[in-house]
């Protein structure tokens, strides 16, 4: 296959396969703030992307002041819950200030939210500067173990996988397991319904919002481990994410998470065996092309409309 | 005959407007402006084309495809392939390894001319196919989409998708599409040298005339029964579906037509700039083409051909002199559009015309005139 021995394709199918891993954490990480605003609202958030990036300056910037304390090694968690306070935050005003102003009219939200995503770029440029930064990693991110001969896991990797991991389960625990949860699925389920038995529907709607940019700034946090940032990175990453959770099903955490991983897996074992931009291509024309025959997505929501 | 007018033109009030906006493209502009000033009006007026195109999908169908700077590219690439194979006889690329074939396909080590360029070594094929290629790849998305009740804001992401997909592949595809450069050094049109002066002047006033046909045509379809339940699937979609009509096939031909308008941009734009490439397909080109026809409004047809002229010459202004603050100002107007002016400039100047039009101002002037002589 390819002029590879049945071995390597092996071993090049693990490590291809754990590359892809990381990138399904990060997308998923990404997909599963979208898709709890999409799902709650039917409201696409094109600057979700950015947000993601303001998690990343956030810990680009804490590495650097943790340098200069000299607390490198234990930086990286107060980074994370920084990324998501500071991301939240911001999601919180916008939704107040921009979002909810539009929530009858989606096509329009999708624009307004690409124009906040260019100025925001703008506004990482001119504080940041146009260069890509990295964020100083603490030792034990770095390096990577060897289980056999010829197979190399990066540990950052790892880390990504386990912060996505827990990230998810913190999401499944508060919208399946938690009041406010409930309120949230109340509210996404029928809203006259759910304002009627006494929940501040517009309420939810600003914490959802709030909690899924949050969502994208650990994702930006997560994302440093694995790659540099600059003022467009998000942007790289939103037509995936967006694919992610509509190929998954909108409102549905199992399909995100599958969708991602198919996903993920997809690009990465197929940006090997043929050019990246070919493999991309594959990759997302296979989504459309099943998208079209399958426009529910994997998973859809049994919900009558 | 007089009914057919009425259609083409909008009624007394629309002939007025489009006779105005002809004779600023026609009369006004290419006499006060010198050619290098001109030929960037012209390449905004191939823009123009995409935007009316929106105005057709989005205004009045309620079908936001972000996928429009896919038509264009494509409609622009077929035109430029044309060119390209004329460009590039064996006589001026003898000093290729291959003579004959475009040079970017020698620099990649192509050595024939691969099957899809083949039908552009004719002018009438590749008209043909300027319109064929964006119709046909529409009318699969919108057969795909339509009849499954795909809509709204999926059709948008999935257009947008699909946008990405072609850029990426053009862009990968480098012997085949000329790469990330796209097709340049294009010099003829069936003998008739397209850098001259002359030849610019009259593929200005080609392109303009041609956006003024598409106006009339566009205005032909808006106010034709068709029209009418375009406008009333884009409010009530489940009515007109439980009235009986075939929704889906409505939706596939207003987005064939938009693609077809958007294509002829594209190769006017071909034409008169002397390029094309893939920096007009992808994502950002498709969706900066809709703010020029949210600006314009996007319910109107000779609205959005302004909001484009405006927010072009806006960019250009801003991105020569300023070009950090374009970013902020790009972002800002297509926050403010759709939260203070969604019905853009034609529905400013619905709001305001009547309180400047002449009856009125006379009415006024009367009525001071009284005051004052009641006050004497």
């Known amino acids: ?305 | 005959m007089n009914a057919l007018s009425e259609k083409l033109l909008g009624g007394k009030q629309g002939a007025i407007h489009l006779a105005i906006l002809a004779v600023l493209l026609l009369v006004i502009l290419p006499l006060c402006l010198d050619l290098f000033r001109l030929g960037l009006v012209g390449k905004y007026v191939t823009y123009a084309f995409v935007a009316i195109s929106l105005v057709l999908l989005w205004g009045n169908g309620g079908v936001l495809s972000l996928g429009q700077g896919m038509f264009f590219g494509l409609g622009g690439y077929c035109m430029a392939m044309f060119l390209k194979l004329e460009a590039s006889d064996p006589i001026s690329t003898k000093i290729q390894t291959t003579p004959g074939i475009p040079d970017f396909m020698d620099w990649n080590q192509i050595v024939e001319l691969p099957w899809f360029w083949e039908p552009f070594k004719s002018l009438p094929l590749t008209l043909l196919l300027v319109l064929g290629v964006p119709v046909l790849l529409a009318f699969i998305i919108g057969m795909a989409m339509f009849t499954r009740r795909v809509g709204g804001v999926y059709f948008s992401i999935i257009t947008q998708a699909i946008a990405l997909i072609l850029s990426i592949l053009i862009v990968g595809q480098q012997g085949y599409t000329g790469g990330v450069n796209g097709i340049t050094d294009l010099k003829t049109l069936s003998g008739w040298d397209i850098r001259t002066d002359s030849a610019k002047y009259w593929l200005y006033f080609v392109n303009a005339s041609l956006l003024i046909l598409c106006i009339m045509l566009s205005r032909f379809i808006l106010t034709s029964k068709f029209g009418m339940l375009l406008l009333a699937m884009r409010d009530k979609e489940e009515r007109v579906r439980f009235s009986g009509y075939d929704v889906a096939s409505f939706k596939i031909f207003i987005f064939c037509v938009a693609a077809m308008i958007s294509a002829v941009g594209g190769a006017m734009f071909t034409l008169q700039i002397g390029f094309m490439s893939p920096s007009f397909v992808g994502i950002v080109p498709s969706i900066e083409m809709v703010i020029f026809a949210a600006v314009g409004g996007r319910i109107s047809l000779i609205g959005a051909v302004y909001g484009t002229l405006l927010v072009n010459f806006g960019k250009t202004m801003f991105s020569e002199t300023y070009p950090e603050l374009w970013l902020f100002l790009m972002g800002g107007l297509f926050i403010a559009v759709v939260m203070f002016f969604p019905e853009g400039l034609a529905g400013l100047y619905e709001k305001y015309a009547p309180y400047f039009s002449i009856t009125s101002l006379h009415t006024r002037w009367l009525k001071k005139v009284q005051k004052v002589s009641g006050e004497s």
């Open chain 1, 1 to 305: 296959m390819f002029g590879y021995t049945v071995e390597e394709v092996g071993n090049i199918m693990v490590m291809q396969g754990f590359s892809g891993l990381s990138l399904f954490s990060v997308l998923l990480l990404m997909a599963l703030g979208l898709a709890i605003i999409f799902g709650q609202m039917g409201v696409i958030n094109m600057a979700h992307g950015e947000f993601m990036t303001v998690g990343a300056y956030t810990t680009v910037f804490l590495s650097k002041l943790a340098v200069e304390y000299d607390i490198v090694k234990s930086y990286f968690v107060f980074a994370i819950i920084a990324a998501f306070i500071i991301a939240f935050v911001l999601g919180y005003l916008i939704e107040y200030m921009m979002i909810r102003h539009l929530y009858k009219r989606p096509l329009d939200t999708l624009l307004a939210t690409w124009g906040l995503s260019l100025v925001m770029q703008q506004v990482f440029r001119s504080t940041f500067g146009a260069k890509e930064v990295s964020a100083e990693l603490p030792e034990w991110l770095l390096g990577s173990f060897q289980p056999t001969e010829g197979i190399d896991i990066p540990i950052n990797g790892v880390f990504v996988m386990a912060l996505a991991l827990i990230v998810t389960v913190s999401v499944y625990l508060y919208m399946f397991r938690s009041r406010g949860g409930l309120r949230v699925r109340a509210t996404m389920q029928n809203r006259v319904m759910a304002g009627a038995v006494g929940i501040n529907t517009k309420q939810v709607d600003r914490v959802t919002f709030a909690l899924g940019c949050g969502i994208a700034g650990v994702a930006g946090a997560a994302f440093t481990t694995i790659a540099s940032t600059g003022p467009t990175t998000g942007s790289l990453y939103i037509v995936d994410s967006f694919m992610v959770v509509v190929f998954g099903g909108a409102a549905s955490l199992m399909g995100t998470i599958a969708s991602a991983f198919g996903i993920a897996q997809a690009q990465s074992i197929l940006q090997f065996f043929m050019t990246s931009s070919m493999g991309k291509v594959a990759t997302l024309m296979t989504i459309v092309i099943i998208l079209m025959m399958r426009p529910e997505g994997l998973f859809a929501a049994k919900v009558r409309k």
